[in-house]
């Protein structure tokens, strides 16, 4: 019988600039401070896009009746992350508010503090058949000092989160929205 892919044949794993939730536990180091706003996606010619901006008075003219964007935006928190699973930087960006609130609630606990400062799990539980039917728990590690490694693959790995507002690549250069597949190499673990 001939085989439509080679016997043994498995995908590559495509290196993704953003951290998504698997489900069970993800483990992750905020290595960045969270840049704030609002989000929602559109379609174009190249498929479903986000569009995000920091306050809802920023929709721009073009998108403000379109498909009332005012009331579908939500809310969304970014940040640079070290995914310890994909042993890379990586954004991740935040909508689910039961993880907003546990993090911003770790946050202003003098015992935890800035969660750069230590480790975090987000545990995805599916709760029932369909895709929204999920819940997160997080889960702080104790405070510790970040791997020198970890440092040093961050120092070498430029993310300008602000890009986002623009529609851009954070890990590419100004006015870049494909540049994050050369930042790939630099930014994975060797």
Same mark, same amino acid.
């Given at each position: 019988?001939? $085989?439509?892919?080679?016997? *043994?044949?498995?995908?590559? $794993?495509?290196?993704?600039?953003?951290? /998504?939730?698997? =489900?069970?536990?993800?483990?992750?180091?905020?290595?960045?401070?969270?840049?704030?706003?609002?989000?929602?996606?559109? =379609?174009?010619? /190249? *498929?479903?896009? !986000?569009? @995000?901006?920091? =306050?809802?008075?920023?929709?721009?003219?073009? #998108?403000?009746?379109? +498909?009332?964007?005012? /009331?579908?935006?939500?809310?969304?928190? %970014? #940040? +640079?992350?070290?995914?310890?699973?994909?042993?890379?930087?990586?954004?991740?960006?935040?909508?689910?508010? &039961?993880?907003?609130? %546990?993090? $911003?609630?770790?946050?202003?606990? !003098?015992?935890?503090?800035?969660?750069?400062?230590?480790?975090?799990?987000?545990?995805?539980?599916?709760? *029932?058949?369909?895709? @929204?039917?999920? /819940?997160?728990?997080?889960?702080?590690?104790?405070?510790?000092?970040?791997?020198?490694?970890?440092?040093?693959?961050?120092?070498?790995?430029?993310? @300008?989160?602000?890009?986002?507002?623009?529609?851009?690549?954070?890990?590419? +250069?100004? *006015?870049? &929205?494909?540049?994050?597949?050369?930042?790939?190499?630099?930014?994975?673990? @060797?």
């Amino acid at each position: 019988m001939n $085989e439509f892919l080679p016997k *043994g044949y498995i995908a590559p $794993e495509v290196p993704s600039n953003y951290m /998504e939730f698997a =489900e069970g536990q993800n483990y992750f180091r905020a290595l960045s401070s969270a840049i704030v706003g609002y989000q929602w996606w559109i =379609e174009n010619g /190249e *498929g479903r896009k !986000p569009v @995000r901006v920091r =306050e809802l008075d920023d929709v721009p003219e073009e #998108f403000r009746n379109a +498909t009332n964007n005012r /009331e579908n935006a939500r809310h969304f928190w %970014a #940040f +640079t992350v070290y995914n310890y699973q994909a042993k890379a930087i990586q954004v991740l960006v935040l909508k689910q508010q &039961t993880i907003m609130r %546990a993090i $911003e609630a770790f946050a202003k606990n !003098p015992k935890w503090g800035n969660p750069k400062n230590y480790d975090l799990i987000v545990e995805k539980v599916k709760t *029932g058949s369909r895709e @929204r039917d999920v /819940e997160y728990n997080v889960i702080p590690e104790p405070p510790s000092a970040l791997d020198p490694a970890i440092a040093e693959l961050a120092s070498n790995v430029p993310v @300008r989160l602000e890009a986002l507002y623009a529609g851009e690549d954070p890990f590419g +250069t100004a *006015g870049s &929205t494909n540049a994050g597949a050369k930042a790939g190499k630099a930014r994975r673990q @060797r």
